[in-house]
């Protein structure tokens, strides 16, 4: 069965954070107290980015925070975030909100029963009869997860309307009282947004045909450690090892190779990878590990220039850029995220229809 994309969104959250801003910030908050800050904070300098947007206001982050104060900042952002991307993506498609059958909602980041779907329902305008698919815990592989999950429940149901939506607010696990190096370097990444896309089996009669693959995964045994969350009183906190860049260096391109034999692409060349940018170091990785030209990956650059790693959703900004400067041919979407998963998607993009 044929699975077409039809809408595909990005959303940020009001509060827009500058780098320089973060630093100062963070300087406050962990100079007198950590004392291997000063080397840390050089990162802020070298991660290629200049702006990320929140879903609270710098000074959140100055005070203390508990699960019950972070999870009222989730429940207000998450829905926000998830409302504007959901209403742009049907925007896009042609569709009315009434008209969806089926809404797959990806987060790590934010724990909310009834799921954030559920709670945008009346305000989305859904039928109380939609189907409810809510994913938790694939990290920053979940944009690439979620697109795949969702194609299949699309091909699963001829003539269904699926939307997915894509929220995390990563800010909202930044912690202060853990001093450990993998919270500086999640203060210098991460920040908040969210995607959506609008899948069905029908063929577009207008713009851009973009036909989905075949997905698929890999999981490296004995690498539960690599990221993810550590989950105490306070909170959610985050698992970062310094490992990434080395470890997608040398496991990545044959994981690549293994996904486009397993996808049936054959001979097809790929004509673009798009790729979940962690951090610049990662996308160098990237670069090397697929064999492609240092720089090649700039729109993963300026996603992560204009608006830092947002987790699973950030994939998705980068494929919006990719498809909005007119690339077509066969592409593969990919990321990883905690398992430690490679998540692989193919994509072919036509040109626009006559």
Same mark, same amino acid.
């Given at each position: 069965m044929?699975?077409?994309?039809?809408?595909?969104?990005t959303?940020?959250p009001?509060?827009?954070?500058h780098?320089?801003?973060v630093?100062?910030?963070?300087?406050?908050?962990?100079e007198?107290?950590y004392?291997?800050?000063?080397?840390?904070?050089k990162s802020f300098?070298?991660a290629?980015?200049d702006t990320?947007?929140?879903?609270?206001?710098?000074?959140?982050?100055?005070?203390?925070?508990?699960?019950?104060?972070?999870?009222?900042? =989730?429940?207000?952002?998450?829905?926000?975030?998830?409302?504007?991307?959901?209403r742009a993506a049907?925007? @896009?498609?042609?569709?009315q909100?009434a008209?969806?059958?089926?809404?797959?909602?990806?987060?790590?980041?934010?724990?909310?029963?009834?799921?954030?779907e559920a709670q945008a329902l009346? @305000?989305?305008?859904f039928?109380?009869s939609v189907l409810?698919v809510?994913?938790?815990?694939?990290?920053?592989a979940?944009? *690439?997860?979620g697109?795949?999950?969702?194609?299949?429940?699309?091909a699963?149901?001829?003539g269904?309307k *699926?939307?997915?939506v894509?929220?995390?607010t990563c800010?909202?696990?930044f912690?202060?009282?853990r001093?450990q190096?993998?919270?500086?370097?999640?203060?210098v990444?991460?920040?908040d947004g969210a995607?959506?896309a609008?899948?069905?089996?029908?063929?577009?009669?207008?713009?851009?045909s973009?036909l989905?693959?075949?997905?698929h995964?890999?999981t490296w045994?004995?690498?539960?450690g690599i990221?993810?969350?550590?989950?105490?009183?306070i909170g959610f906190g985050v698992i970062?090892?310094?490992?990434i860049?080395e470890?997608?260096?040398? @496991?990545f391109?044959?994981?690549a190779? @293994?996904?486009v034999?397993?996808?049936?692409l &054959?001979?097809?060349p790929i004509?673009?990878y798009v790729?979940h940018?962690?951090?610049?170091?990662?996308?160098?990785a990237?670069?090397g590990a697929l064999?492609i030209?240092?720089g090649?990956?700039?729109?993963?650059?300026?996603?992560?220039?204009?608006a &830092?790693n947002m987790?699973?959703?950030?994939?998705?900004?980068?494929?919006?850029?990719?498809?909005?400067a007119?690339?077509?041919g066969q592409?593969?979407?990919c990321?990883l995220?905690?398992g =430690?998963?490679?998540?692989?998607l193919p994509?072919s993009? &036509?040109?626009?229809a006559?």
């Amino acid at each position: 069965m044929s699975v077409y994309l039809h809408g595909l969104s990005t959303a940020l959250p009001a509060h827009c954070l500058h780098q320089s801003e973060v630093r100062a910030r963070a300087a406050e908050i962990f100079e007198r107290k950590y004392p291997d800050f000063d080397r840390l904070s050089k990162s802020f300098d070298t991660a290629g980015i200049d702006t990320r947007h929140s879903v609270v206001p710098l000074e959140w982050f100055s005070e203390p925070h508990g699960w019950s104060d972070r999870a009222e900042a =989730f429940a207000s952002g998450a829905k926000a975030l998830f409302v504007d991307a959901a209403r742009a993506a049907l925007r @896009e498609a042609g569709w009315q909100s009434a008209e969806v059958d089926i809404v797959v909602t990806v987060c790590s980041t934010g724990i909310a029963t009834p799921s954030l779907e559920a709670q945008a329902l009346t @305000e989305m305008g859904f039928r109380d009869s939609v189907l409810r698919v809510p994913i938790f815990g694939l990290g920053c592989a979940g944009g *690439v997860s979620g697109l795949a999950t969702a194609g299949l429940l699309a091909a699963g149901r001829p003539g269904a309307k *699926v939307l997915l939506v894509v929220v995390e607010t990563c800010s909202l696990a930044f912690r202060a009282d853990r001093l450990q190096k993998a919270d500086i370097i999640a203060a210098v990444l991460f920040g908040d947004g969210a995607a959506a896309a609008c899948l069905s089996d029908d063929m577009p009669l207008d713009g851009p045909s973009i036909l989905l693959g075949a997905a698929h995964q890999k999981t490296w045994p004995e690498t539960l450690g690599i990221m993810g969350w550590d989950v105490d009183e306070i909170g959610f906190g985050v698992i970062f090892d310094r490992s990434i860049p080395e470890f997608i260096a040398q @496991e990545f391109g044959a994981a690549a190779q @293994e996904a486009v034999r397993a996808t049936r692409l &054959g001979d097809t060349p790929i004509a673009r990878y798009v790729c979940h940018p962690g951090g610049a170091k990662v996308v160098e990785a990237l670069e090397g590990a697929l064999h492609i030209e240092q720089g090649s990956l700039d729109a993963e650059r300026e996603i992560l220039r204009r608006a &830092g790693n947002m987790s699973a959703p950030t994939v998705l900004f980068v494929l919006k850029a990719v498809l909005d400067a007119g690339r077509t041919g066969q592409m593969m979407a990919c990321a990883l995220g905690p398992g =430690f998963t490679a998540s692989f998607l193919p994509l072919s993009v &036509g040109a626009k229809a006559a």
